[in-house]
């Protein structure tokens, strides 16, 4: 009886997943969901996952760096927009605190000041009151820390 699923052998799942992990870092959580997909039995995916793990396919610990890079570097995201991320993904603390070690604490302000910057420039607002939050949001929501938002934002308008 043919239920439309195609299946596959662990050799096969395997070799899928070493790829799927070989183009872009991926966390454990990810690739778990990517094997129940693909209607593997647990005894498969235990046996799948350690040989990635072994065969460095999957690494959280680098899957956490380069996510926090590329957060940062490419969305500007803050600190704590990346930390909640990366809980969400399951990543523990040891490599969420790795992560943050990534992101240079200069480069880090000077991106965040520029982006403030920008988007007070570009915030069309009558009220100051409404701009001051509008901006504050933004900042907020991209996730840096309240205290650097609200010292920016009484920077921004004196």
């Known amino acids: 009886m043919d239920t439309g699923h195609t299946s596959y052998t662990v050799e096969e799942a395997t070799r899928k997943l070493e790829y799927f992990c070989s183009y872009q870092d991926r966390c454990h959580d990810e690739v778990l969901q990517k094997l129940k997909s693909l209607r593997m039995i647990p005894q498969a995916i235990d046996h799948i996952m350690a040989h990635l793990i072994e065969h460095n396919f999957l690494n959280e610990e680098r899957f956490a760096c380069s996510f926090a890079r590329g957060k940062w570097r490419i969305k500007h995201w803050g600190k704590r927009r ?67 938002v609200f010292d920016k934002i009484e920077q921004l308008t004196h």
């Not at 809980?87 to 992560?99: E, F, M, P, T, V």
């Open 82 to 148: 990346i930390v909640q991320e990366l809980k969400l993904r399951g990543i523990s603390k040891y490599n969420i605190d790795k992560a943050l070690k990534e992101i240079n604490e200069d480069d880090y302000i000077q991106n965040f000041d520029t982006l403030a910057q920008e988007q007070w420039d570009k915030t069309r607002e009558i009220s100051m009151l409404k701009k001051k939050k509008k901006v504050a949001d933004f900042l907020l929501r991209k996730g840096y820390e309240t205290h650097l």
